[in-house]
């Protein structure tokens, strides 16, 4: 099993397909952080004062914390005063305002990604609010959703022209105070992405953002918020890529999501960010901050991801259910291969009575891989009759990547009922030999038993999503088992 | 705060241990040079960590404020109990050679030591007086006092226990019955005792720990066990915890496995205020296999923090895990198992369970079943739940004419006795099956149920 | 012995029964027969009291008792018993102690000396015989590990230890073979007898041919709407449930 067959070689020469750099001049602030940095973001942006003075007291208490050093990751050390902390495309100051002003190379760039953004985005029925390092520079759909009473749009404009709601929904899901990584995006931030829907309304269209990260050096912090008011549904979809560079990429991203009374929100993510080369060298370092408060009864957040990018995921999707009956999911799949370190997982935190969440968690490694599943499942003294059930599988692919399960349960109510089970295996001879005795190449055998491994996912992503992931997947995978 | 918390805590604890030094010290010095490089290794361990706090990963869900907070003498006065409450302590009807142990100190007029063939037993408090006795090689290095404060702390002030030896292929059928006895004096003491257990090449051997109080005893006890199993030995290890609920427990198990050789882990908790123990077992050579059963049964304002580590060294090693707690009142319990698979260990199976029930509404359970994998060629599983009796099986028993409070007992019962169960000493089972029955609602139903051997 | 009037219950907020009556005497074997969803488990479980199926109106006399007012043990006590559809596992619980645990619950209710091990034992051998019982199947959990045949082997056992004046079978036909039908139908035909009531809750004509009832009933709706003799199940397997609903909306 030691030996790597021809297919593994392959494998892990694999080059990222996503890896060209745009050249585009860009106006981006020297490395460095202190407050005048911030300032410079904040006025750069036109902010009004609430959110300046919310950065800066972010920044202060940021300044106080140190590293989490928990997770099941290496790293060398992060000099934060090596990244620069603001980079906009420099053609287009004050944003596009429309397709057409869009620099055609920028648009190249997402045709070469495959994101639908033009004819392609209607035909697909996605509104897209594509993130090019920190600026938003285009959203399309804007009408339709107007229509519906949807607002979508980029964080920057939301700032501008609905600071209300910004201000009474910011930072109450994740305080700055939250974590390390929650602080220095709080006090840095550039852009992001803005939903809200209000009362009663079912948004007409899944609704997606592709984020990229560009320019060479620079950290992304996007911020994004979703506001679902009473009895209202929405879907987002989230995808991720970067360019190849060889120098590891802080990305750390804050995404606070709202659910009011019998509101339900759907999250779904594709990350398949750089993930370095099969030396572990470059690559994303991936560590976000996603969390979301099903704040009404009967509410509902679900978050979905497929995470196959970035040398180092640390990321945690959670549910705080609070509201009574209100339901909490993560669905999630993790690919690391090569050097990557993923340390994934959710937390749900059971406080009203009769909630509910469930969590299906399939972890794959290869390589020298390490994947790791970390989750908390707290039921507090007030969550009568609460439900969760755990699943968590992980699949090996070669005898030198690791995968690794910590699941917290903290049970305070005699009345809720908990269930984790997990299960570690390779990729089953049998199920292999099967396929191959009925004719299957090795390789669409893998696909397929992967495939099936993850089917519990993927069934939870809207369709556009779950080909992308399947292809993915496919891709990550060719030849990993000799 | 945690962080000054937890240094205060390390200060207060080891400001007693100097205290305890002192007070060894001032007694018969050691005459084994061995010894005493052990001791001051573990003494050194322990100062440079102080008592663990809740920010330590290890101890997150237990505080140890309430025992830094304690002051426990150490090597005071042994006080000799009578032999009628030594015999009401202990579990009778067990055959083969019983070692009584009071706070810690071996008492030979209380213990009954027939010659066993195949068998060496030997007092640790009489060999480190010898300077010619040799001692096992693998004392204190089965413990590691650098990863264990609380072992380091029992390293350092190493001078009662046993030492257990089979020789090689023999099968001792006779249990051994280490009883300690925990004894309240004028003011709470704490002692370190030792076990070290060597199972010879192709032996056989069950050995009995059990602790228990006598009276309401304040306490700490602190104890390590190492056990070392070499090729196709097999060692069955039962540990029962039933010290008074105001004492202190804290223990270390520390296993080593070698080739094709298994050891059986029974692990029940009952009594303690606060009771901590670590059970960690390296599986070292192929074929080498670990069965663990545990239970904590616990109630009023109990905690139970249970830590299992399995170590998978080696390829075709197999290790379960099956522990069950039953938490009423305020009770707390604590688990945290833990199944490490180091790489090139392929063809392993690790198994790990861990089931509780919830039956107040102010108990609490804190369970982390943790897998740490790094091989591909495995079969690994945990589970853990968290919950009440089962609904509809509660209502079968029901509409059989049992009333609902004794049909709970019996569901409860039924889920303690899938561990007890595993406990091939009859008498071992059956007090433990009493001691079950005792934290139960309807005591009568199951005695008498135990009573009834369809 | 069994009086039911107008009964009406629904289970998680669903009306299932509505309005049932029916009028059981000792000696008599009744079967309660109709469609899936007709309400019949829903009748067995209301008898036997369990949590869930809530009783919104009419009334169950047994024995001039109210029934419906009884814990679901004290029913047992008083003598009904509940054979189940889907008899529980109860891992942990062997046979024996539930079958000695209920069994002196009952006598001790009655005022009856509750009986030693050795007693206990001689009739449970004597018992099991009569189902073609392994005796080693005492010693294993409650119905643990036991095939679908096997499980519904255990409840008449169990039913013929306890000896209950009335008897509520939910569908015990269902998930037999041949072979275990005729045990099982066997098992219940012994313990027919001039004190004891006996209900049959079936899907199928079937187990009628094993155990002959003195009335069939057909359940529908939540309600009975055809009562008739042993030729009535007949009529049914030939020409199903269908035309006993237009008969009964005639």
Known sequence: MATHTPEVEDFIGKKYKHGFVTEIDADTVAPGLDEDVIRFISSKKGEPSFLLEWRLQAYRHWLTMTEPKWAHVHHQPIDYQAISYYSAPKSKKDGPKSLDEVDPKLLETYEKLGIPLHERAILAGVAVDAVFDSVSVATTFKAKLAEAGVIFCSFSEAVRDHPDLIEQYLGTVVPYSDNFF?????????????????????????????FRINAANTGQFERTLIVAEESSHVSYLEGCTAPMRDENQLHAAVVELVALDDAEIKYSTVQNWYPGDENGIGGIYNFVT??????????KISWTQVETGSAITWKYPSCVLRGDHSVGEFYSVAVANNYQQADTGTKMIHIGRGTRSTIVSKGISAGKAQNSYRGLVKILPSADGARNYTQCDSLLMGDRCGAHTFPYIEAKNPTAHVEHEATTSKIGEDQLFYCLQRGLSEEDAVNMIVNGFCKDVFRELPMEFAVEAQNLLSVSLEGAVG | MSQTAANDNGAAALSAAETAFRQSLAGPMVANATVSALRAAGRAAFEATGLPGIRDEAWKYTNLRALARRAF???????????????????????????????????????????????DIASLASLIQDPEAELPENLCRLADPGQHPFSALNQGLLEHGVLLRTHTGTVISDPVYLLFLSVPGAEPQTCHPRVFIDSAVDSSLSVL???????????????????????????????????????????????RVGRDARLESHNLHFGAALARLDLEVALNQPGAEVEMNGLYCLGGRQHVDNHTRVDHFAPHTRSTEDYRGVLNDRSRGVFNGKAIVHEDAQKIEAHQSNSNLLLSEQAEVDTKPELEIYADDVKCSHGATVGQLDQTALFYLRSRGIDAEAARALLTFAFAEAVVG????????????????????????????????? | MLSINNLQASVGGKQILNGLDLEVEAGQVHAIMGPNGSGKSTLANVLAGREGYEVTGGSVVYRDQDLLELAPEERAREGVFLAFQYPVEIPGVNNAYLLKAALNAQRKHRGEPELDAFEFLALVKDRMKLMGMDESFLNRGVNEGFSGGEKKRNEILQMAVLEPRLAVLDETDSGLDIDALRIVAGGVNSLRSADRAIVLVTHYQRLLDYIEPDFVHVLSGGRIVKTGDKDLALELESRGYDWTREAASA
């Open chain 2, 209 to 255: 720990e059990h602790y228990v109080s006598l009276g309401s005893s304040q306490n700490l006890t602190n104890v390590v066990t190492e056990l070392q199993l070499d090729r196709g030995s097999r060692l069955r290890h039962y540990r029962v915890q039933d010290e008074a609920t105001t004492a202190f427990h804290v223990g270390g198990v520390f296993a």
């Open chain 1, 182 to 210: 929650a602080a220095l995006n709080s006090a840095v931030f550039t852009d992001g992405s803005f939903v809200f829907v209000p009362k009663g309304v079912r948004c007409p269209m899944e609704l997606s953002t592709y």
């Open chain 2, 422 to 454: 595993r406990v091939e000493l009859e008498p071992v089972r059956r007090r433990l099956e009493t001691a079950v029955a005792g934290a139960l609602p309807d005591r009568s139903l199951i005695e008498n149920l135990i009573g009834a051997d369809a």
């Open chain 2, 73 to 119: 003498a150490h090597g005071g006065p042994v006080p000799v109990p009578d032999d009628a409450a030594v015999e009401s302590a202990a579990i009778g009807g067990l055959a083969g050679p019983r070692l009584v142990f009071v706070n810690g100190h071996y008492v030979a007029e209380l213990s009954d030591l027939p010659t066993v063939s195949g068998l």
């Open chain 1, 290 to 299: 996603k969390r979301g408060d099903c704040r009404g009864h009967r509410s």
